[in-house]
């Protein structure tokens, strides 16, 4: 089979991303990121659909290797704005941290990744426009996650090397 997309039209990119954003809200993830790829496809700088297509990518995460990180990645640093890139790049990790967690990753290997996200929350914040304190929100929910488990479970890798090092120095054929 030899079928192609067909071109929206350039009228019709509002409406487009409106219907983007409408599909995400009934978790249809596959059919927003459809339209946000038509719309790209009209007007490559159209920041609602970059914005819309990572979101869609995100909404797709199941904590699994398959997981498209990178092009959500992608889609976000197509944004122009640096506090909205800054504020979706932490969404992302966030995402991709919680959909890990909740696949059955254990909690010290993804410390690093929420922490990315609340770095990006962090320099977001200090350009957030007055009244928007989204990522503030994020940031907090992300801490109150980290709290939500005992700290051993976050640092569990760095404890059991210790123990390792710390504990026992002789080799195991010496053992009797």
């Given at each position: 089979m030899d079928y192609k997309p067909k071109t929206i039209t350039p009228a019709g990119i509002k409406e487009a991303n409106s219907k983007a954003e409408r599909y995400r809200f009934l978790n249809q993830p596959e059919e927003a990121e459809s339209i946000c790829l038509d719309v790209l496809a009209v007007d490559p700088q159209n920041q609602l659909a970059w914005r819309n297509l990572g979101l869609a990518i995100t909404d797709q995460f199941t904590g699994k290797a398959t997981d498209r990180h990178t092009e959500a990645e992608l889609a976000f640093e197509k944004l122009t704005d640096k506090?909205?890139?800054?504020?979706?790049?932490?969404?992302?990790?966030?995402?991709?941290?919680?959909?890990?967690?909740?696949?059955?990753?254990?909690?010290?290997?993804?410390?690093?990744?929420?922490?990315?996200?609340?770095?990006?929350?962090?320099?977001?914040?200090?350009?957030?426009?007055?009244?928007?304190?989204?990522?503030?929100?994020?940031?907090?929910?992300?801490?109150?996650l980290l709290?939500?488990?005992?700290?051993?479970?976050?640092?569990r890798e760095h404890q059991e090397i210790e123990g390792i090092d710390a504990g026992d120095s002789q080799p195991m054929y010496s053992r009797k």
């Open positions: 506090y909205e890139r800054l504020y979706y790049m932490g969404i992302m990790h966030e995402r991709r941290a919680k959909s890990q967690l909740r696949s059955g990753h254990l909690p010290h290997t993804l410390l690093v990744i929420f922490e990315e996200a609340m770095r990006c929350f962090e320099e977001a914040q200090k350009l957030s426009p007055a009244a928007n304190d989204d990522a503030i929100l994020h940031w907090n929910t992300c801490v109150r709290q939500s488990r005992a700290d051993a479970d976050w640092h």
